[in-house]
């Protein structure tokens, strides 16, 4: 088993920046691709970033440029630096990880960019 716990969303300014953060527990020596989703109210759930063990990134069209996903995997830590923050950016935010054959995701924090 593993756990997620994200911090670090809350309400910012259109061009601002939020850093979120990722903490990983239990069976975390297991996890591979650890990412980031994020789920606007009446959206589907999107894939926003990933980072693989070997620090091989992916990002969505929309944030690449703007965001970065890093991984510190000595302290089982996943971070997402938002910069240029736009109102479509909104969302909950959820932290994934690929582990013993299953995804694992945290609770979400919510990110709300006013304009």
């Known amino acids: 088993q593993v756990q997620l716990v994200e911090r670090g969303g809350g309400l910012v300014q259109a061009g601002g920046s939020l850093t979120l953060s990722c903490a990983a527990s239990g069976s975390r020596f297991s996890i591979n691709t650890m990412a980031w989703y994020r789920q606007a109210p009446g959206k589907q759930r999107e894939l926003v970033a990933a980072i693989s063990n070997d620090g091989n990134r992916n990002y969505a069209d929309s944030v690449r440029g703007r965001f970065a996903i890093s991984r510190d995997n000595t302290k089982s830590m996943l971070l997402l630096l938002m910069n240029r923050l736009r109102p479509e950016d909104t969302a909950v935010y959820y932290c994934?990880?690929?582990?013993?054959?299953?995804?694992?995701w945290g609770q979400g924090t919510q990110v709300t960019v006013s304009s």
């Open positions: 994934n990880c690929r582990a013993l054959g299953r995804d694992y």
